[in-house]
């Protein structure tokens, strides 16, 4: 195969990563200290593309579960992934990035065996997960003894997380969950005794007895036997499945492809995973709960609350505080009877009520238990000096809130795993790491770190049960856990902050408490706003109205709280932002000052020709150290404290930094990488640039939509562009209300005199109302008409048109073709902040900056192209003279919005009705008397917002 061109150079960002395809290969490209690096683009634990994670310290961080790899070597570097990651060697011919996928860069060596035999007998009584890495670390360490590993189930051991996700929606098997892949457990050497039991062991002979009857001598002893699920009483549960093995979730997934209801008895994690999976197939979900909240003996009742709104928003059903009476087999399901006397009747019922202990063996050898599990220390070792227990069986070594826990978590079971095998061979055994935890529900990867309790105090930041959500839990004064809904880099900024003992809540805006209570121990309490617990969900006292999206109500553009998600969730969300021309900034050092949302930001070219977008935040004391509007340097000041910056936006330096004779200045510890500014992602087309606080988002034209980027490319096709000046004006009004002006064709042909009686937009032309599938983006076009053949009843219904009115300038009305498209006159709105105007051979681009829910700042820049001559660049003035703020068009519009804004603060609580053309729901209308696209914009706003 050979050499393959993979990239060009421009695209990586020293310390960075893109993702490419090689002849059909996921392949991760990194840029560190100026070398270029390639590894395959997949994780080894579990299907996640590397490319979206984070680079740090010469590793890449998996997104999914912050798995670790050496970036060089492609070596596992901690918990989740243990398997090595392919790398490949790489070359670069001028800009030109070449991999060979058939050389790795890194030869790997053949393990070392040790030609000592080591004697002892290692038993490990269970083939789960916890016992298989216990096995794989002794071999690790350099153990060469004999190990057996006693298993109940038929299978080599594996993983149980699949088991309630992608093995019940049949994309998973037996080997995809296996823990090892056949030869990596091959080579480890391991007598395995499938489908066998331990009978019993006996302390004082060192052994243990099989169901075979066969007895095995052993110098240490694992006890691994996981545990079972909880069954509900003998009798009461007849046509009831559950879930453990394998074999229960290849059951239950061909159940669930036959059925249309199910009931899920049980509402813990294991039980909403399958809730999840269920509505993915389209299954009717009931949940029904004992307790009066979601898996109220481990966590908050606030967090429980989370989950159930998740679940809800995805259309499952709750029943809590129900008590089952009976359940029955009938003609026409499984029918649960409940003690209110109601009724339930479901194809499939399946209960997820806990799991039960396998501790039989560690009771009958007389090992301590306590609480439900083995009890063991730090190092795995339970009572006895030569035994061991790691996984479900097993207590959490540490109290919990005064109280021993098992923890039946897949992390617990890898981290067990190590340290028992390091104390089984007398080594000493590391601290452990913060306990954490995930789950997937709803297509959210929800993660946890630390330990929940059910008596903790809750602070959330963000909306109940929503993406992103975060929350964090106090005990005793302190914060004990962090989960967080669908945001890795929280998470992962969470997790290391535990790790180090710094303060996880540092960093996190708008965290409330959802309880009553007013005072904490805690040092932050007072960047928290108590709450009462009534109103612990926000996203209650936004009720969208009954009738659908053709009402639209006044808090959408006057509440505060609703303004301030919007800048969290769509600036600084998954959008490419608009923040300037690269005309504005053709030459290295050039920059201009921008916005995303409210938030200021510079735009630079640095010393390479690479456009950088970065936050005017001084990383000391907050101040907007960018103070020209543009200009050409060679580095940005702070004007209060003289830091400076680069035209990447990293801090560069720092005036006194080591202090003055050994006194003063920055801890020794002070590192510059950790306190630049916040760096946005970048993408250009058509000499326009635009930004993102996400750092994965898709490629533009993907944004865009095929429909819209063709409007797009019409009007930015190739040609260079020449800025001719810019406008700028403040709107009294919501920032939403200008996208909904321009996709709004029913108001232009009422309110506008000019466009109706020069026939520019006009009932009769050949028009349309455009729309990407998403609903976000949109473009009003229409082609140019003489204006003399609009119709009496048109007239009549058109009060703007001025039958006789005549410019004393005919060249105004001059339309000099010049695009490939049939439009004349199109303005398109590219969501959020961008308006590109083509009114017939004017262009530009408005930006817009909100500046909270009452009011916003337009600016404009008026652009042509370079081929342009001395009579086009006038004609172009010429008509954005009229086009622009203070022209017919834009004096009409401006005070539109203001009316309509100061209607709803006068007379507050209302609605807007959005009606016109039912037949269009939303999108794409082909008649100028239309709302649909109106429509269409808020039907993605709810989705995003939450409402």
């Not at 770190?449 to 964090?472: F, K, N």
């Not at 290391?496 to 996880?504: I, K, Q, S, V």
């Not at 003399?788 to 005919?810: F, I, Q």
Request: proline share 5%; hydrophobic share 40%; net charge negative.
């Amino acid at each position: 195969m050979g050499w393959l061109r993979a990239a060009s150079f421009r695209d990586l960002k020293e310390g960075g990563v893109i993702g490419v395809d090689v002849a059909g290969t996921p392949v991760a490209l990194y840029l560190l200290d100026g070398a270029v690096y390639a590894t395959h683009n997949i994780c080894t634990h579990q299907f996640a593309f590397l490319s979206e994670g984070y680079v740090e310290d010469g590793c890449i961080e998996c997104p999914l579960h912050q798995g670790q790899f050496d970036i060089r070597t492609g070596e596992a570097q901690c918990a989740p992934v243990t398997g090595r990651l392919a790398t490949y060697q790489v070359k670069r011919e001028g800009d030109d990035i070449f991999v060979d996928l058939e050389a790795p860069a890194v030869e790997v060596e053949a393990p070392k065996v040790s030609l000592a035999k080591d004697h002892r007998s290692f038993v490990i009584i269970g083939g789960g997960q916890a016992g298989c890495r216990a096995a794989q670390h002794l071999r690790g360490e350099g153990f060469t003894g004999r190990i057996v590993m006693i298993a109940e189930e038929a299978h080599r051991p594996y993983e149980r997380p699949p088991l309630s996700k992608d093995v019940l929606l049949g994309k998973a098997g037996a080997e995809d969950c296996a823990v090892l892949k056949p030869a990596e457990f091959d080579a480890l050497e391991i007598d395995l005794r499938t489908g066998t039991r331990a009978t019993a062991i006996d302390r004082k002979t060192k052994s243990v007895t099989l169901s075979t009857g066969e007895t095995l001598s052993y110098d240490r002893l694992l006890i691994a036997t996981g545990a079972r699920a909880r069954k509900l009483p003998d009798g009461s549960g007849e046509g009831v499945l559950y879930l453990r093995t394998l074999e229960d979730a290849q059951t239950i997934g061909s159940a669930l492809a036959k059925a249309r209801s199910l009931a899920l008895i049980g509402g813990g994690f294991i039980g909403l995973e399958i809730a999840s999976v269920a509505r993915e197939k389209g299954l009717d979900v009931t949940v029904i709960e004992r307790e009066p909240a979601l898996m109220s003996r481990i966590l908050p009742p606030a967090l429980g609350q989370a989950f159930q709104t998740l679940a809800e928003s995805k259309g499952v059903a709750f029943r809590l505080g129900t008590q089952i009476e009976s359940i029955q087999r009938t003609g026409t399901g499984t029918k649960l009877a409940f003690a209110d006397g109601d009724e339930l009747t479901a194809d499939l019922v399946v209960a997820g009520i806990g799991a039960i202990a396998n501790t039989e063996l560690a009771e009958q050898a007389g090992l301590s238990v306590l609480s439900g599990g083995i009890v063991i220390d730090t190092a795995c070792r339970t009572s006895d000096a030569d035994i061991f227990a790691v996984g479900d069986c097993a207590l959490y070594p540490e109290a919990v809130a005064g109280a021993r826990i098992r923890l039946e978590s897949w992390a617990n079971a890898e981290a067990q795993g190590r340290a028992a095998a390091l104390a089984m061979l007398g080594k000493p055994v590391e601290a452990g790491e913060q306990p954490w935890f995930w789950t997937e529900q709803f297509g959210l990867n929800i993660q946890m770190a630390g330990i929940p309790h059910a008596g903790d105090r809750v602070a959330v930041q963000g909306e109940i049960g929503q993406p992103e959500s975060v929350y964090l839990t106090e005990r005793d004064g302190v914060i004990a856990s962090a989960i967080i809904f669908g945001d890795a880099e929280t998470f992962r900024i969470a997790r290391r902050r535990f790790a180090t003992g710094a303060d996880p809540s540092a960093g996190l805006t708008g965290l409330r408490w959802l309880d009553e209570q007013k005072e904490s121990s805690m040092g932050y309490e007072r960047s928290l706003e108590s709450v009462p617990e009534a109103a612990s969900n926000p996203a209650k006292h936004y009720v969208w109205p009954a009738e659908g999206l053709s009402r639209v109500p006044d808090w959408v553009y006057t509440d505060e709280h609703i303004y301030n998600l919007e800048v969290e969730k769509i600036f600084k969300g998954r959008t490419w932002n608009y923040v300037g021309l690269e005309a504005e900034i053709p030459n290295p050092g050039d920059f201009t000052r921008s916005f995303v949302g409210p938030v200021p930001v510079v735009v630079s070219r640095d010393e390479d020709g690479g456009i950088n977008v970065f936050e005017n935040r001084c990383s000391h004391r907050a101040a907007e150290f960018c103070r020209e509007l543009r200009g050409n340097v060679k580095e940005f000041v702070c004007p209060y404290h003289q830091w400076s910056y680069d035209l990447k936006g990293n801090l560069a330096g720092i005036p006194f930094r080591r202090g003055v004779d050994g006194k003063g200045g920055m801890p020794a510890d002070f590192d510059p990488a950790d306190h630049h500014p916040r760096h946005l992602s970048v993408t250009t087309r058509g000499g326009v640039i635009f930004a993102s606080y996400a750092d994965d988002m898709e490629p533009f034209d993907a944004y865009l939509g095929p429909e819209m980027t063709r409007e797009f490319d019409a009007t930015f096709d190739g040609r260079k562009l020449v800025v001719l000046g810019y406008y700028r004006n403040t709107l009294p009004g919501n920032w939403k209300l200008y996208h909904e002006n321009l996709k709004d064709p029913y108001h232009a042909t009422l309110l506008h005199t000019f466009l109706v009686t020069f026939g520019l937009l006009v009932a009769g032309n050949k028009s349309q109302m455009l729309c990407d599938e998403s609903g976000r983006h949109g473009a009003m076009c229409s082609a140019k008409s003489d204006g003399k053949n609009v119709s009496a009843d048109a007239k009549k219904e058109m009060r703007a048109y001025k039958e006789g009115m005549v410019l004393e300038e005919p060249r105004f009305m001059d339309f000099k073709p010049e695009f490939d498209s049939p439009w004349s006159v199109t303005m398109s709105t590219i969501w959020p902040n961008l308006i590109v105007q083509r009114e017939m051979n004017t262009l530009g681009v408005r930006h817009i900056v909100p500046e909270g829910p009452n009011q916003f700042t337009m600016i404009w820049t008026m652009f042509g192209f370079e081929g342009d001559d001395e009579e086009m660049t006038r004609h172009r003035l010429r008509q954005g003279n009229l086009m622009g703020p203070a022209g017919f068009l834009g004096l009409e519009d401006n005070e539109a919005i203001k009316f309509v804004q100061d209607g709803m603060k006068n007379v507050p609580d209302g609605e807007h009705l959005v009606a016109l053309d039912p037949g269009t729901a939303t999108g794409t209308a082909d008649t100028l008397i239309s709302e649909s696209a109106i429509r269409a914009m808020y039907k993605h706003w709810r989705g995003v917002i939450g409402v």
